[in-house]
């Protein structure tokens, strides 16, 4: 079976930045449902221009058009021992098609990562991320050693459109309208943790490794 992790929580609680740690803790894909989303509209792929219009308002992209780029992903070789989803899935219904892709698979660990609110707009105002490599970076608590050069990979850093403060408040909005149903979801299926997303880097990788004794 699989080692499979899934990270919920609310935009700007971690996901990526605890999500790329532990891809190289333990040697597993890290498949953020969010940047799949952007390499589309980068290379302006048919799909990227249709999830672009939603991308940019802080809605949700449909529900098969994300499905339909988290299924092929997974299917590729170096998932084979597993993978660590991060912004996957978002909504009841991508929860329960998911489960059905994974049925054979194994079974999903999740971790959900909480914040409250004013933490998140905090946060979320203060990201930047390369534009390169996708590295996530906090101008307060992570900065890049040269200002506005990513550390690993020498590419520019850039904010997000959708990390502007009117697209960041319609985020929150969806994310506990459409995506907080599905904690209880998990809650209620067994193998769930809820830890804080805001405590810093070092311990919450701890907790997650005791979590997971992979
Ligand atoms: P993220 O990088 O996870 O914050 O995602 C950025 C944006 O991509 C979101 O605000 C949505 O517009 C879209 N997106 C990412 N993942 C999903 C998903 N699972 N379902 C629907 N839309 C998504």
Known sequence: ???????????GAGKGT???RLSEIYNLPLISSGDL?????????????????????????????????IEDRIKREDCNYGFILDGF?????????LEKILQDKGVPIVIYLSASDDFLIERLSNRRICE???????LINLPPKEEGICDKCGGKLIQREDDKPEVIKRRL????????????????KGN???????GNLEETITRIKEILKW
């Open 192 to 198: 769930f943790f809820k830890i804080s997303g805001e």
């Open 173 to 188: 909005e969806v994310y506990h309208k459409l995506t907080q149903p599905i904690i209880d979801y998990y809650r209620k």
């Open 89 to 97: 899935p978002r909504t009841l219904k991508q929860a329960e098609d």
């Open 37 to 69: 989303l952007r390499e589309n509209v980068n290379n302006h792929t048919e799909l990227g221009e249709k999830a672009n219009s939603y991308i940019k308002k802080g809605e949700l992209v449909p529900d098969e058009l994300v499905e339909e780029i």
């Open 1 to 11: 079976m699989k080692k499979i992790l899934i990270l919920l929580g609310p935009p």
């Open 18 to 20: 605890v999500g790329g």
């Open 132 to 138: 390169n490599c996708g590295a996530i970076y906090h």
